[in-house]
């Protein structure tokens, strides 16, 4: 039977199967950009109406969509190992139900004319970040695991400036950036610069991230909602893996002021991070999910120690979803 048929079919099916379509809210991190494509694939493919649901986006920002989730203004939403971890530590019932992409995107980039090579040589230089104390933990773990002395940097914040105009504006020497958006822009915006990814600088800087994440309370009471969301979901991002060019079209009619050039290549980038199997995406590793939380409490960035374990799940995943609701 041919994919078309295929998908006709489960269309069919789940029609008979759900009388009217139930409204799942996903609240983004930030404005729409390629690490949301696998939903909007999946909506124009009908994945989420195979399951019946039906999808709304809202776009409130990182820290408020953990928050809309948490108090249910939203059901799903997408955040950060590192934002779960903090938000648990608080008390605030928010539980990570997948991982995007095989491995951390995210790595620290400088201008190619400071020649910095390793964190080293970030000794004497000007780090420039979002304001965040993790920014500062990561700075000193990774100098330390290098053999130099953090103290050596100066770090200043400048907020959302994006990567490109601050180093036009010759702001700093180091950033944080996410290589698939920003890196990719700095690119094509002909900027020279030098990366090194956070997953080859300290293991425990692998941490998932984006996430999707839902409340305790939806775990709990619907979760049959949550696993059907996931399959849905797990289709878009494994179809967009597959046909970067096709899915980049779906986020281009979602969001047309983005930048069609930076769109298709940060898409064909993101394609070789992610995983194309429905069976494995969106898997989490309790591993790197205890180390994280240890490393967070051993380090000041959270006041309260929380059991990791309970911070994810990987239950309700293709192929591992619990029957219920």
């Keep these: 039977m041919k994919r078309g048929a295929v998908l006709l079919l489960v269309v069919v099916l789940a029609s008979t199967a759900y009388s009217a379509a139930e409204t799942v809210r996903v609240a983004l991190d930030w404005t729409p950009n390629t690490n949301h494509t696998g939903l909007l694939v999946a909506k124009k493919l009908g994945f989420f109406d195979a399951v019946g649901l039906e999808l709304r986006l809202l776009e409130p920002g990182p820290t408020v969509a953990l928050q809309l989730v948490a108090i249910g203004q939203a059901e799903f939403g997408i955040s950060s190992e590192e934002y779960v971890v903090m938000a648990r530590a608080q008390g605030i019932p928010v539980v990570s139900i997948a991982a995007f992409y095989l491995h951390n995107t995210s790595g620290f980039a400088s201008p190619s004319d400071c020649e910095i090579r390793s964190p080293r040589d970030f000794a ?6 979002w304001g965040s104390e993790m920014e500062e933990v990561m700075i000193r773990t990774v100098m330390e695991l290098d053999g130099a002395d953090p103290n050596d940097v100066r770090i200043v914040s400048i907020g959302t400036i994006d990567f490109t105009t601050a180093v036009r504006l010759g702001v700093a020497d180091v950033y944080w950036i ?11 915006e002909g900027i020279a610069f030098d990366y090194l990814p956070l997953r080859e600088l300290a293991e425990v800087l692998d941490y998932d991230t984006p996430v999707l994440i839902t409340s305790e309370r939806m775990v709990r009471d619907h979760p049959n909602r949550v696993a059907r969301f996931l399959e849905a979901v797990a289709r878009g991002y494994t179809a967009a893996a597959a046909d970067p060019d096709g899915s980049a079209e779906a986020l281009l009619e979602y969001a047309p002021e983005l ?25 989490q590793d309790e591993e790197a999910w205890v180390e994280f939380a240890a490393w967070a409490w051993a380090n000041g960035l959270i006041e309260n120690q929380i059991d990791a374990r309970a911070a994810f799940t990987n239950a309700f995943l293709p192929g591992f979803a619990e029957d219920g609701e």
């Design 259 to 283: 930048d069609r050039e930076l769109v298709v290549a940060s898409q064909r980038w993101l394609a070789g991070e992610s995983e194309v199997e429905m069976s494995a995406w969106g898997w």
């Design 124 to 129: 004497g230089r000007t780090y420039a970040g």
């Design 178 to 188: 996410f290589y698939g958006w920003q890196g990719i822009h700095a690119e094509i």
